[in-house]
């Protein structure tokens, strides 16, 4: 009996400790997701320095997300990459880091598919491999002033990309002497039955071949007079959309660029045109910006999204590199965007790409809370007494009379109860969109955080805006994604009020609907 009493009390004890130590893993969760600025609804690390988003694809139900990190600082480092991974593209897992540096280098930015046919020959048992694609950066060759120090390795996994083992070859591309030679972006060329790898080198794109993902030779080299070139060229992606109107396949080149950015800065320039497995031909008349914001940077696509879904999705870094290391956060720092699905828009002889959130974004959606049509002359409360994370939407009409037609600029203002304000707004004579963030808070971390933001876009009789507010962001889709911008801020306190204006006129406000979300950490 007494050692029935014993055993009894043990697995009391232990029941109740297994209580406890879930309630203290819950509580720290809870406290660790709740500190100032960290993002509500979009993905961060759970701590330490985050950048560029690598090696995105989609394998057995899981879309799987790597990132440049640095483990042992909230600031850049010697580069891993970090691993999580999502069912939904909205809430995301924390798996253990992927690639740790070696005595090749650091591992830099890169890409990552499903080798299907086991071309690599990494397979067992009749399973695909993961393949993933990336550059070894030898700081200890940069240092001495070498230009050979950057060259593409590989790694595999045999067990849903849980562990990584990486080739015993390597590196799989040497360097030829090129100071910038990063950033591999691989995905399969079915009509040859070959790799593709679209590398930066230096001010240009430079396009390899492979049948084995091992050896590699060099196809062709895209450097258009059409371009900003006013920085290094990085993070490349080429990849097809069917363009829905004429049901034509056209082809898209992502080049990130730092600085050189139309607002300062980061920022990523795309081309469309043609690729035929050597070569790729832009189309576009004019050059275009995937985002005029300052803070979406080197953002590139998911591969292996199952063709019964058929979408291109995309994320981001969301950040600056003039400021990134310096942003008001501690215990982790940075935050990728919104997952977005890509179309295609003409406009005009060239054909744009589109930029709007996942449909799946739409389950943080609590009950949408509307407004009746509003008429603003001057200045007017929206919404009041809003609660962060939330999304918006504004959709404004000009209004065809001769006393209120001249509205000369127009838009909306989130404010809080210190008096900062985050002003977005849409100049009808200069035909462009504005942001102005100079008191939307805390920024005195950098000189370069101020200063207003401009998108060039000529507005027909209605302006819509979808903007997603998180506790350090702003995500604004105008039109259904025609153009996007993408803002970091740091208010003191949480905005609490949605403002409308309109200067020299008045202006309509025909749709006015609000959403508190949801946080992706809750679950």
Same mark, same amino acid.
């Given at each position: 009996m007494r050692a029935f009493i014993i055993i009894f009390l043990i697995i009391l004890a232990f029941g109740c400790q297994s209580k406890t130590n879930k309630q203290d893993s819950t509580v720290e969760r809870v406290t660790r997701y709740s500190e100032r600025?960290?993002?509500?609804?979009?993905?961060?690390?759970? %701590?330490?320095?985050?950048?560029?988003?690598?090696?995105?694809?989609?394998?057995?139900? &899981?879309?799987?997300?790597?990132?440049?990190?640095?483990?042992?600082?909230?600031?850049?480092?010697?580069?891993?990459?970090?691993?999580?991974?999502?069912?939904?593209?909205?809430?995301?897992?924390h798996l253990p880091i992927a690639l740790y540096p070696d005595s090749l280098g650091y591992i830099y930015s890169g890409s990552a598919v499903v080798d299907w046919n086991?071309?690599?020959?990494?397979?067992?048992?009749?399973?695909?491999?993961?393949?993933?694609?990336?550059?070894?950066?030898?700081?200890?060759?940069?240092? &001495?002033?070498?230009?050979? $120090?950057?060259?593409?390795?590989?790694?595999?996994?045999?067990?849903?990309?849980?562990? =990584?083992?990486?080739?015993?070859?390597?590196?799989?591309?040497?360097?030829?002497?090129?100071?910038?030679?990063?950033?591999?972006?691989?995905?399969?060329?079915?009509?040859?039955?070959? =790799?593709?790898? %679209?590398?930066?080198?230096?001010?240009?794109?430079?396009? $390899?071949?492979?049948?084995?993902?091992?050896? =590699?030779?060099?196809?062709?080299?895209?450097q258009p007079e059409l371009g900003a070139y006013g920085g290094v060229w990085e993070c490349p992606d080429l990849f097809p959309i069917m363009d829905e109107v004429s049901g034509e396949e056209k082809w898209v080149l992502f080049v990130s660029i730092n600085p050189g950015a139309p607002n300062g800065g980061s920022g990523t320039q795309y081309f469309v045109g043609s690729f035929d497995g050597h070569e790729f031909i832009n189309e576009n008349k004019n050059l275009y910006w995937l985002d005029y914001g300052k803070d979406n940077y080197a953002g590139v696509t998911w591969s292996d999204i199952p063709e019964e879904d058929g979408r291109t999705l995309f994320i981001g870094w969301m950040s600056n590199w003039q400021y990134a290391t310096k942003v008001p956060t501690e215990?982790?720092?940075?935050?990728?965007?919104?997952?977005? &699905?890509?179309?295609?828009? %003409? &406009?005009?002889?060239?054909?744009?790409?589109?930029?709007?959130?996942?449909?799946?974004?739409?389950?943080?959606?609590?009950?949408?809370?509307?407004?009746?049509?509003?008429?603003?002359?001057?200045?007017?409360?929206?919404?009041?007494?809003?609660?962060?994370?939330?999304e918006f939407i504004l959709e404004f009409e000009t209004i065809n009379h001769s006393e209120l037609n001249s509205v000369s600029e127009y838009g909306f203002s989130l404010q809080n109860e210190d008096g900062e304000e985050f002003i977005v707004s849409y100049n009808s004579t200069k035909q462009e969109l504005i942001i102005n963030r100079d008191n939307s808070g805390v920024s005195d971390f950098s000189e370069d955080f101020n200063g207003l933001q401009y998108a060039p876009y000529q507005a027909k009789s209605t302006l819509n805006f979808r903007v997603i507010v998180d506790w350090s962001s702003i995500e604004i889709f105008v039109n259904n994604g025609e153009k996007v911008m993408t803002s970091l801020v740091f208010p003191k306190e949480d905005y609490r009020t949605i403002n409308a204006f309109a200067k020299n006129g008045g202006i309509a406000i025909n749709k006015a609907a609000l959403y508190e979300l949801k946080s992706i950490w809750d679950n």
């Open positions: 600025y960290r993002p509500q609804v979009h993905f961060t690390p759970d %701590s330490m320095w985050m950048n560029d988003p690598n090696g995105m694809f989609y394998y057995e139900g &899981e879309y799987h997300l790597f990132y440049q990190y640095y483990p042992d600082s909230n600031v850049w480092g010697p580069m891993h990459w970090g691993h999580a991974v999502s069912n939904d593209l909205v809430h995301w897992e086991n071309t690599s020959g990494f397979g067992k048992d009749g399973v695909p491999p993961l393949i993933t694609i990336y550059t070894y950066n030898d700081r200890v060759k940069e240092m &001495e002033g070498a230009n050979d $120090y950057q060259t593409q390795g590989i790694a595999y996994s045999n067990d849903k990309g849980r562990t =990584w083992t990486k080739y015993e070859n390597n590196p799989v591309l040497t360097n030829p002497g090129i100071k910038d030679f990063r950033d591999p972006k691989v995905r399969w060329y079915q009509p040859q039955q070959k =790799w593709i790898m %679209s590398l930066a080198v230096k001010d240009r794109i430079s396009f $390899y071949s492979s049948k084995d993902l091992k050896n =590699w030779e060099h196809e062709s080299d895209f215990r982790w720092r940075s935050a990728m965007t919104v997952t977005r &699905e890509l179309k295609f828009k %003409s &406009e005009g002889e060239d054909l744009i790409v589109t930029s709007i959130p996942v449909n799946e974004f739409e389950t943080l959606r609590k009950e949408m809370k509307t407004k009746e049509q509003l008429m603003i002359l001057g200045s007017e409360k929206v919404f009041q007494e809003i609660k962060l994370p939330c």
